[in-house]
């Protein structure tokens, strides 16, 4: 279990020029400003660069002033609407499952042309939540009465999740989830007992029931031997990636885009990354999240109270764990499922979700600044 403190020593005390703002402020505005930029290069290979680019840039706008927001209101003052915003969460997940399916899966609201994905926001909101549920149960965090309720409600939230059938972020959601209830103390056997239970069930009913599922997860595996079915969009992926070499072929100047590999502005972004700067655009892309991950980590270890290293914990967990599943997908690594590439990819919801994310670090570490000026 991780032990709490506000360092007082003289190295702490003299951190008034806020190296963790400044680091995760120009990583993110870096990130954001690279995939703007990917974006317009990669979209307009099938026509529509300045359409997704003004789109994009709106979302960032918004992003950007609902992170201000929650730095400038602090996770103490949010962490008291957690409970609400959680209910509200699964109120939209319901609802989408009653809207038209796109791309196979119920995880869309669409009013006036306004499209919005609310597992991204029940992400949120859980990492929320269960901040608080946790830090609040520490007496029993041992024992299952400590967890019971937390693990009722982040069950429901996945189940909606995977009903809407969205297993790439269920899978997410879940392994954020079995993270934080293991930073918060709970017992090995208490987080892997469910999976044992669920996991077998899980398989049995895609290996039976959806076979069309099991194939694209199946399919990375070989990608040369079903390039024309289910591996289809991995194989191009890597011929992407592969025909980048290490400098890549130009800005802009990439061939995949021309309508040869599907999703390329969202999930597979990356691929035409490697393509056009090479191995040492996707390092460079690679360097900004683990410096991401790295600073996140750090404003959790040092957060004044167990409830904001749960949160500031939570929150880096899903950028990170989101990017290495991404990067993962991309480079044939893992089974293709679809998850963007954090701050790079297009798609608004995920982009809201991602700055929220980083104002919930930023008020974190704003907390810890105060303490420390308190206790000076």
Same mark, same amino acid.
């Given at each position: ?11 702490? @005390? ?27 290069? +990669?979209? +307009? ?26 730095? #400038? ?7 008291? #609407? ?5 209910? &509200? ?5 319901? +609802?989408? =499952?009653?809207?038209? !399916? ?5 995880? #869309? ?12 926001? $029940? !992400? ?7 901040? &608080? ?23 429901? &939230? ?62 990375? =595996?070989?990608?040369?031997?079903? @390039? ?11 011929? $992407? ?35 056009? =700067? ?16 790295? +600073? ?10 167990? !409830?904001?290293? =749960?949160? $500031? ?9 989101? $990017? ?49 000026? !308190?206790?000076?």
């Amino acid at each position: 279990m991780l032990k709490l403190r506000v360092a007082t020593s003289e190295r702490d @005390s003299g951190d008034g020029g806020m190296p963790e703002f400044m680091v995760l402020f120009h990583v993110v505005f870096v990130l954001v400003l690279f995939g703007l930029t990917m974006l317009y290069s +990669t979209s +307009t290979g099938i026509g529509k660069g300045d359409v997704y680019f003004i789109k994009q840039s709106i979302w960032v706008c918004l992003g950007v002033s609902a992170g201000w927001f929650i730095y #400038w209101l602090g996770y103490e003052r949010l962490c008291e #609407w957690a409970f609400p915003l959680l209910v &509200v969460s699964a109120i939209a997940l319901v +609802t989408a =499952l009653f809207f038209p !399916k796109v791309n196979g899966a119920r995880r #869309w609201i669409r009013f006036h042309g306004l499209s919005v994905q609310p597992s991204e926001f $029940a !992400k949120l909101c859980l990492v929320l939540y269960l901040g &608080v549920l946790l830090s609040r149960e520490q007496r029993f965090i041992h024992s299952f009465v400590g967890i019971w309720p937390a693990s009722a409600w982040t069950i429901m &939230v996945l189940v909606l999740i995977l009903v809407g059938d969205d297993l790439g972020t269920t899978v997410l959601l879940a392994s954020v989830a079995a993270l934080m209830f293991f930073i918060a103390g709970a017992l090995l056997r208490w987080l892997f007992l469910p999976m044992l239970l669920l996991l077998p069930l899980l398989l049995l009913y895609i290996g039976k029931y959806d076979q069309e599922r099991l194939s694209r997860m199946t399919s990375f =595996l070989h990608p040369e031997k079903v @390039s024309g079915t289910a591996g289809y969009q991995l194989w191009n992926s890597l011929l $992407a990636l592969g025909s980048g070499g290490w400098f890549g072929l130009g800005f802009a100047r990439s061939r995949m885009k021309e309508m040869y590999l599907p999703e390329a502005h969202t999930d597979f972004i990356l691929s035409i990354v490697g393509e056009e =700067l090479g191995f040492v655009g996707i390092a460079c892309v690679i360097a900004g999240y683990v410096a991401f991950t790295i +600073t996140g980590m750090w404003i959790a270890f040092k957060a004044p109270d167990k !409830k904001g290293t =749960l949160i $500031a914990f939570g929150a880096t967990a899903l950028i990170s764990l989101q $990017a290495v599943i991404n990067l993962g997908v991309v480079s044939g690594a893992l089974p293709t499922k679809g998850m963007p590439a954090p701050f790079i990819s297009y798609g608004g919801s995920n982009m809201l979700m991602a700055l929220c994310c980083v104002g919930l670090l930023l008020s974190v570490d704003k907390a810890r600044r105060n303490a420390l000026a !308190k206790v000076a």
